[in-house]
């Protein structure tokens, strides 16, 4: 039995107030479980296996962008190994990100092998769509479970200035191949952007809801050096009040295991769901961490501690010793971040496409 004891931090909006605070003691893990010092056991890791992508979201990355080499990038078997270790940590879903994961030359050589490894329950897939027509049916034959789609637009002009050099309809495309594969509850991501893409939120649930997928609409996060997010942010609550002229939504227990709080519209299989890091934060229930492609573990989105597993992996050091550098990660992670005051000028600079998406 854990022996906690109460300590007076501060919470990530400034006030102040108890939390549970883990003694030395419980930081000893048991055997299968990643707890971190707050006593959240972490169960969800996303894996950003490149930071290439064949779009450019505004959002997401510079306009021009300089990529990693290769030698400064997890190998696919490093990546396999990170994941290995991890589940036997108790993880039990991996979602498989980027940059855009299918740009990666030989991506299904891992995902094969991620969708085989025993007690790992939930393989998912991030990813902008643009393979999809050519990978979804591999994927589900892998292991794959489920496909988060990104899309913000059903325009095809105003995708191409989203993305900058997206193409909409091999996204259309993708999200016919995945279901012709057998996926079911895909989701659709939509970044709410004001000015630029709110007037289309009811349509893009008319979407979810005539093609049986489900959508999550996601608040900007200030990562990078982005400039004009304080002008185009919109708060989940914004647009939940927006869709309920159109819908009846009505609020749901599930969840996916991860962020997302979900509405329901009745007589409609589509979940609604809402990822607010700015207005209602998550931080409380947090179960995950990130791995970048180059191999920083990243216990908080946003902040900027990490642990350098590729050092570790490259350093001829063993899994036990990998175990142990993922086990001491936990003591980094903070109890939550604090996007509130970020918006044109983030405290953490590094593009979403670097951390992972």
């Known amino acids: 039995m854990h022996n906690e004891t109460l300590s007076l931090e501060s919470t990530p909006d400034g006030q102040s107030g108890f939390r549970p605070q883990i003694s030395a003691d419980a930081l000893r893990h048991a055997e ?10 972490i169960t969800y890791v996303r894996l950003s296996i490149t930071d290439r992508c064949d779009f450019r979201c505004t959002y997401c990355m510079a306009e021009e962008m300089s990529f990693l080499p290769r030698d400064q990038v997890l190998s ?24 855009e994961p299918l740009v990666r030359r030989d991506a299904m050589w891992l995902i094969e092998r991620l969708g085989a490894l025993p007690g790992l329950d939930n393989l998912v897939l991030t990813t902008n769509g643009s393979q999809l027509d050519r990978y979804a049916r591999p994927l589900r034959e892998a292991g794959v479970r489920r496909i988060n789609i990104s899309l913000d637009t059903l325009k095809a002009d105003r995708f191409k200035a989203i993305t900058r050099i997206g ?3 091999k996204v259309l495309r993708g999200i016919d191949a995945a279901r012709a594969a057998g996926f079911s509850r895909t989701k659709l991501n939509a970044v709410m952007m004001r000015g630029i893409n709110d007037d289309e939120f009811t349509d893009l649930v008319q979407f979810a809801v005539d093609n049986e997928l489900d959508i999550s609409f996601i608040e900007e996060m200030p990562l990078g050096e982005i400039h004009g997010r304080s002008t185009t942010y919109i708060s ?3 647009t939940r009040d927006r869709l309920a002229g159109r ?7 599930e969840s996916s295991g991860g962020p997302a709080r979900y509405w329901r519209i009745p007589g409609s299989a589509s979940r609604i769901g809402f990822i607010s890091p700015h207005s209602h934060n998550f931080c409380d229930s947090c179960n995950r961490v990130r791995i970048t492609a180059r191999g ?8 900027n501690d990490a642990v350098n597993l590729m050092q570790v992996l490259r350093s001829g050091a063993d899994d036990a010793a990998l175990r142990q550098a993922v086990v001491d990660s936990m003591g980094i992670k903070p109890w939550g971040h604090d996007f ?15 951390t992972g998406g």
């Open 32 to 41: 299968g479980t990643l707890v971190d010092k707050y006593g959240r056991r």
């Open 76 to 99: 696919l078997e490093e990546c396999l190994r990170v994941a290995r270790v991890f589940v036997g940590l108790g993880v039990n879903k991996l979602r498989i990100t980027g940059g």
């Open 167 to 169: 193409d909409l309809g």
């Open 236 to 238: 989940s609550e914004e």
């Open 247 to 253: 819908f009846e939504l009505l609020p749901s227990t």
């Open 296 to 303: 920083e573990l990243y216990p908080c989105l946003g902040q």
């Open 340 to 354: 509130t005051q970020q918006m044109d000028a983030p405290q953490v600079v590094r593009f979403m496409s670097m």
